[in-house]
């Protein structure tokens, strides 16, 4: 299997682009990118959004578009805490990820197996501990706790996402470790070079050269 990779560039600070997006520099940023259609999950992290509403730090970056955004959107409408833009590509992509605390990815019951979220790649790059929303036999959530970098939580649970939200936003020391393996475990495993020698090599001996 040769796995994606990301192909943004790093944006280094994460406070100069926070005034583009509306948040301030001590704000919490959970960000879910990508997809929003029949393949993710959305009920666990809107759960998890409606019980954070009274904490004014923390704030949900929902972007993307697919068939579930409406429902999101709607969902979404009177709190104060998300913001929810479309689809992002290039500097605003990589600006986006640079202001975010922490990454989404999540899927539906039944997919295991079937559907690799490209948006895991980016979150990697960009040195974001990541909350997996997903059957735990996945092989993305046993790569979360085995690596360390995040949080693994079965679907369906909204308040155990709040809950580890809440604890990634009080401790600075674990935000930054888990920043730093997710950073290592990008360069070491999902880096494009790698990748790319990975398809060199696999077409040098079909070829047989």
Known sequence: ??????????????????????????????????????????ETFLDAMELLKGYEHIKFFVVGHGG???????RIAALKNVKIIDFLTGDDFEAAISVSSCGIVSLERGLRGM???????????????VISIMESS????????REKIGYAIEVGQG??????????????????TMSHRAIELYKRT????ISLEKYSSLLSDVMGT
């Open 1 to 42: 299997v040769i796995p994606n990779w990301a192909h943004e560039c790093v944006v280094t600070s994460k406070s100069n682009y926070r005034n583009k997006f509306g948040f301030l520099d001590d704000d919490f940023i959970v960000a879910y990118f990508g997809n929003m259609g029949v393949c993710q999950d959305v």
């Open 68 to 74: 579930k955004k409406e429902y999101v959107a709607r």
């Open 115 to 129: 559907c690799a979220p490209s948006k895991y790649y980016s979150y990697l790059q960009g040195g974001l501990p």
């Open 138 to 145: 996945s092989y993305l959530a046993d790569e979360v706790v």
């Open 159 to 176: 308040k155990r996402l709040a809950d580890v939200i809440l604890e990634l936003a009080s401790n600075k020391n674990l935000q930054e």
């Open 190 to 193: 999902y880096g494009k070079k």
